[in-house]
């Protein structure tokens, strides 16, 4: 019999918790409904030995399991008989994140990233060859592109392909020890096959990085000729994931084994591609696999759902210290305070809660783009991508450890799963994409934006352009805007979205001037070096616009007025804890006056009181199962 904890305080609530819960599952409420069906079966119990062999056993068999029931053709091509259906294939992906992250991870790599490199970089013979033992998972594969010397760099990779025209083969080569391939998902176990990144050289001429099918194990899971692996062993989490590190020694494949979405090398050893520009045509290789970055959001941001449900729960049942004796009520001496009426558990929980659901709504918006913009021009989204996927995962590595602190030791027990959410979510903040590097690249993606907006102006209309700007700016320090103090006022969301605009085109501006000043007398590289703050800076203003404006949109769409109040309260809470965030710059830059950000600390705090009253409905509305939630203090 497990432990007999008091029961969750539930008040009555506003809204229907079902309700809400019917608007998260969106679109893709049946397949979210056949996974959560598929995780709570006995057979999906959580592993809870210590034993890293026998972890990985289990999550291969759970592997397996899964693409039995076909959940791994979603996306593959039609002409193979699958769906080709991103969207549905993240909400499965972000379902199964409400079960144990080892296993979400490496669906990643087996479909996301082997599959979906294959699917996305080749044609139809790598298509027919691989897709379909891949989908069902009787060919494991990996994603060889990471490098001990070069992750985030990817175009200054070392492993070499040189074409051998005699033998109709690429030679596949680390030429040093930094060369190897490393953290590579099923490498360390159980992959059998990898997409190999590597600079191809063809007639003694580089043509950049390009991606190779290389068979590294046998059927047996014997290790071939000229291949090299080691075990990266324990890590800090996830470790029922088999990573290692690889090198190649002379390996040869056909010459057919290159995939040649973008380029190719014909029969003839002739190189040939009808993207001129190697860095296009980098890119373009690069942008097919933007997906993951969305994926690990989306499972990132239902880990986060899962520490919060357990925290605000356990905070609706535990109590700690009380009023005095003599006003308290029975013989048992005083009435001790629920942890989720004290406002500093309220400061730690509900602002974290209120970014979940705008996370939640951003990336709905930007897996309605993924599906849609698959030929168009993939910049605005990738930045999109990019930014999103580093505010979620940052997000949710702050949020699971308050979690953790709220639970108090309790939260330290294995069996209350707080220490494996962490633990696991911790490397997302720099897998598919270091966030630091991530967010650099999205300020850069925004210079280069305004850069080709302003392209074709005369000197005169861009003097005009910046005078605008800085008009507008001056408006926004008017003693009239910055005296704006009502509740009314403050708590409208016109005037939150003004905020974070003003903050991310006054940033914008501030960069693009500095950038222009240091390209004088400096190299490109060099000046976005020395900006490296100010690009953070940046990038963290768009992309808190960006989510809040979809929170927004959303809110304004809904037809169910409880939930729509209810979310309404929410957006307030993440836009003024966004603006309160960064009241530092406010004041700074002559938006805000003391008492305006005074006044809005104070409105965040009556915010948080509010959602107090229903986060436990709130939390209930995220629809996961007990079995997965585990967690004897979150269990009534």
Same mark, same amino acid.
């Given at each position: 019999?497990?432990?007999?904890? +008091?029961?969750?305080?539930?008040?009555?609530?506003?809204?229907?918790p079902?309700?809400?819960? !019917?608007?998260?599952?969106?679109?893709?409420?049946?397949? !979210?409904?056949?996974?959560?069906?598929?995780?709570?079966?006995?057979?999906?119990?959580?592993?809870?030995?210590?034993?890293?062999? &026998?972890?990985?056993?289990?999550?291969?068999?759970?592997?397996?399991?899964?693409?039995?029931?076909?959940?791994?053709?979603?996306?593959?091509?039609?002409?193979?008989?699958?769906?080709?259906?991103p969207?549905? /294939?993240?909400?499965?992906?972000?379902?199964?994140?409400?079960?144990?992250?080892?296993?979400?991870?490496?669906?990643?790599?087996?479909?996301?990233?082997?599959?979906?490199?294959?699917?996305?970089?080749?044609?139809?013979?790598?298509?027919?060859?691989?897709?379909?033992?891949?989908a069902?998972?009787?060919?494991?594969?990996?994603?060889?592109?990471?490098?001990?010397?070069?992750?985030?760099?990817?175009q200054?990779?070392?492993?070499?392909?040189?074409?051998d025209?005699?033998?109709?083969?690429?030679?596949?080569?680390s030429?040093?020890?930094?060369?190897?391939?490393?953290?590579?998902?099923?490498?360390?176990?159980?992959?059998?096959?990898?997409?190999?990144?590597?600079?191809?050289?063809?007639?003694?001429?580089?043509?950049?990085?390009?991606?190779?099918?290389?068979?590294i194990?046998?059927?047996?899971?014997?290790?071939?000729p000229?291949?090299?692996?080691?075990?990266?062993?324990?890590?800090?989490?996830?470790?029922?994931v088999?990573? &290692?590190?690889?090198?190649?020694?002379?390996?040869?494949? +056909?010459?057919?084994?290159?995939?040649?979405?973008?380029?190719n090398?014909?029969?003839?050893?002739?190189?040939?591609?009808?993207?001129?520009?190697?860095?296009?045509?980098?890119?373009?290789?690069?942008?097919?696999?933007?997906?993951?970055?969305?994926?690990?959001?989306? &499972?990132?941001?239902?880990?986060?759902?899962?520490?919060?449900? %357990?925290?605000?729960?356990? *905070?609706?049942?535990?109590?700690?210290?009380?009023?005095?004796?003599?006003?308290?009520?029975?013989?048992?001496?005083?009435?001790?305070?629920?942890?989720?009426?004290?406002?500093?558990?309220?400061r730690?929980? $509900?602002?974290?809660?209120?970014?979940v659901?705008?996370?939640?709504? *951003?990336?709905?918006?930007?897996?309605?783009?993924?599906?849609?913009?698959?030929?168009?021009?993939?910049?605005?989204?990738?930045?999109?991508?990019?930014?999103?996927?580093?505010?979620?995962?940052?997000?949710?590595?702050h949020?699971?450890?308050?979690?953790?602190?709220?639970?108090?030791?309790?939260?330290?027990?294995?069996?209350?799963?707080?220490?494996?959410l962490?633990?696991?979510?911790? %490397?997302?903040?720099? /897998?598919?994409?270091?966030?630091?590097?991530?967010?650099?690249?999205?300020?850069?993606?925004? @210079?280069?934006?305004l850069?080709?907006?302003?392209?074709g102006?005369?000197?005169a209309?861009?003097?005009?352009?910046?005078?605008?700007?800085?008009?507008?700016a $001056?408006?926004?320090?008017?003693?009239?805007?910055?005296?704006?103090?009502?509740?009314?006022?403050?708590?409208?969301?016109?005037?939150?979205?003004?905020?974070?605009?003003?903050?991310?085109?006054?940033?914008? @501006?501030?960069?693009?001037?500095?950038?222009?000043?240091?390209?004088?007398?400096?190299?490109?590289?060099?000046? /976005?070096?020395?900006?490296?703050?100010?690009?953070?800076?940046?990038?963290?203003?768009?992309? &808190?616009?960006?989510?809040?404006?979809?929170?927004?949109?959303?809110?304004?769409? %809904?037809?169910?007025?409880?939930?729509?109040?209810?979310?309404?309260?929410?957006?307030?809470?993440?836009?003024?804890?966004?603006?309160?965030?960064?009241?530092?710059?406010?004041?700074?830059?002559?938006?805000?006056?003391?008492?305006?950000?005074?006044?809005?600390?104070?409105?965040?705090?009556?915010?948080?009181?509010?959602?107090?009253?229903?986060?436990?409905?709130?939390?209930?509305?995220?629809?996961?199962?007990?079995?997965?939630?585990?967690?004897?203090?979150?269990?009534?």
């Amino acid at each position: 019999m497990g432990p007999m904890y +008091p029961p969750i305080e539930r008040k009555a609530t506003t809204f229907d918790p079902a309700a809400l819960q !019917r608007l998260l599952d969106g679109d893709q409420v049946e397949i !979210r409904n056949q996974v959560k069906k598929l995780i709570t079966q006995p057979a999906f119990r959580y592993y809870d030995g210590t034993d890293i062999d &026998g972890y990985r056993t289990q999550v291969l068999r759970w592997v397996k399991q899964i693409a039995d029931t076909g959940i791994g053709r979603i996306g593959m091509p039609r002409s193979l008989g699958g769906e080709e259906n991103p969207a549905k /294939f993240i909400a499965a992906f972000e379902t199964l994140a409400f079960h144990d992250f080892s296993l979400v991870i490496k669906l990643g790599v087996q479909y996301g990233l082997f599959g979906g490199s294959i699917q996305l970089l080749g044609t139809e013979y790598h298509h027919q060859k691989y897709l379909p033992d891949c989908a069902s998972a009787k060919l494991m594969g990996c994603f060889a592109m990471t490098e001990i010397g070069h992750g985030s760099n990817v175009q200054a990779l070392e492993t070499i392909a040189v074409y051998d025209k005699e033998s109709d083969a690429f030679i596949i080569n680390s030429p040093s020890y930094s060369a190897g391939k490393t953290y590579i998902g099923n490498a360390g176990r159980d992959g059998r096959v990898a997409t190999v990144f590597a600079q191809l050289e063809v007639n003694a001429q580089r043509q950049g990085v390009h991606a190779f099918v290389v068979p590294i194990r046998d059927e047996n899971g014997k290790t071939l000729p000229g291949i090299r692996i080691e075990d990266n062993d324990v890590k800090l989490g996830l470790n029922g994931v088999d990573n &290692g590190q690889i090198w190649f020694d002379e390996v040869r494949v +056909p010459r057919i084994e290159m995939l040649n979405r973008f380029a190719n090398v014909t029969d003839k050893g002739e190189y040939v591609s009808d993207i001129e520009s190697p860095s296009t045509r980098f890119f373009t290789m690069i942008g097919t696999l933007v997906g993951g970055r969305v994926s690990i959001a989306a &499972g990132s941001n239902n880990v986060c759902k899962s520490a919060l449900t %357990i925290a605000v729960r356990y *905070a609706a049942r535990r109590r700690q210290f009380g009023p005095p004796k003599s006003v308290s009520v029975g013989a048992g001496g005083s009435t001790e305070t629920l942890l989720l009426d004290y406002p500093a558990h309220q400061r730690r929980l $509900l602002p974290p809660l209120a970014n979940v659901f705008a996370i939640d709504f *951003a990336l709905k918006h930007l897996i309605q783009e993924l599906a849609a913009k698959r030929s168009e021009d993939m910049r605005p989204f990738e930045t999109m991508a990019a930014a999103i996927k580093a505010f979620a995962t940052w997000n949710a590595t702050h949020t699971i450890q308050t979690c953790r602190e709220c639970c108090g030791g309790e939260g330290y027990i294995a069996a209350n799963r707080l220490a494996a959410l962490k633990a696991d979510t911790d %490397i997302c903040t720099t /897998f598919e994409g270091d966030n630091t590097v991530l967010m650099q690249l999205v300020a850069k993606n925004i @210079l280069t934006e305004l850069k080709e907006k302003i392209k074709g102006m005369q000197p005169a209309q861009i003097t005009r352009f910046f005078l605008d700007h800085k008009i507008n700016a $001056l408006f926004k320090q008017n003693p009239l805007f910055r005296r704006t103090r009502s509740d009314d006022q403050l708590l409208d969301s016109e005037f939150h979205l003004t905020m974070m605009r003003f903050r991310e085109s006054v940033t914008l @501006l501030a960069c693009a001037q500095k950038f222009k000043k240091l390209a004088k007398s400096e190299d490109a590289y060099t000046a /976005f070096t020395t900006m490296q703050r100010e690009l953070l800076d940046l990038a963290r203003a768009y992309v &808190g616009r960006v989510i809040l404006e979809r929170f927004v949109e959303v809110v304004s769409t %809904i037809e169910d007025e409880p939930v729509k109040k209810t979310l309404a309260r929410l957006c307030h809470l993440f836009a003024l804890s966004q603006i309160e965030l960064n009241r530092a710059w406010y004041l700074e830059n002559g938006v805000f006056s003391g008492a305006k950000s005074r006044t809005i600390t104070q409105l965040v705090d009556r915010l948080c009181r509010e959602v107090r009253k229903e986060a436990v409905a709130l939390v209930d509305a995220f629809g996961i199962p007990d079995a997965c939630l585990a967690a004897p203090i979150a269990l009534d």
